[in-house]
């Protein structure tokens, strides 16, 4: 990758956030949806790391009972479950799979 296109994506972000900055806040103002939408942004990044540290390691893509332990976790949240519950039925998910599969 060459020094132009480098130099090239870091103007497009900060033309990107310069924008949002002043033009974000009038949009927002305009149209409500938008800003109960942006409220949902922290969620959906925190919920993505989590994923993402989940299912990888260094370099290779890892399918184990950590996912599956996720999904019960991700259903349960779904369905407003308290969080002592959640947090429980993920840790048995994930050790009855470790211990039935030997994973």
Same mark, same amino acid.
């Given at each position: 990758m060459s020094w132009w296109?480098?130099?090239a994506l870091a103007a497009g972000v900060a033309a990107q956030r *310069? !924008?949002?900055?002043? #033009? @974000? +806040?009038a *949009? &927002?103002?305009?149209v409500p949806v938008f800003g109960r &939408?942006? @409220? &949902? !942004?922290?969620? #959906?990044?925190? @919920?993505a790391v989590i994923v993402q540290? =989940?299912? +990888? =390691?260094? =370099?290779? &893509?890892?399918?184990?009972e950590r996912l599956a332990g996720l999904a019960v976790a991700g259903v349960l949240v779904w369905r407003r479950a308290p969080?002592?519950?959640? !947090?429980?039925?993920?840790? +048995? +998910?994930t050790a009855l799979l470790r211990a039935a599969f030997g994973w």
């Amino acid at each position: 990758m060459s020094w132009w296109v480098i130099v090239a994506l870091a103007a497009g972000v900060a033309a990107q956030r *310069l !924008i949002g900055m002043f #033009a @974000g +806040t009038a *949009l &927002l103002a305009k149209v409500p949806v938008f800003g109960r &939408l942006a @409220g &949902l !942004i922290p969620a #959906a990044v925190v @919920g993505a790391v989590i994923v993402q540290l =989940t299912i +990888t =390691t260094k =370099t290779s &893509l890892v399918i184990d009972e950590r996912l599956a332990g996720l999904a019960v976790a991700g259903v349960l949240v779904w369905r407003r479950a308290p969080m002592v519950v959640t !947090i429980v039925a993920a840790a +048995t +998910t994930t050790a009855l799979l470790r211990a039935a599969f030997g994973w």
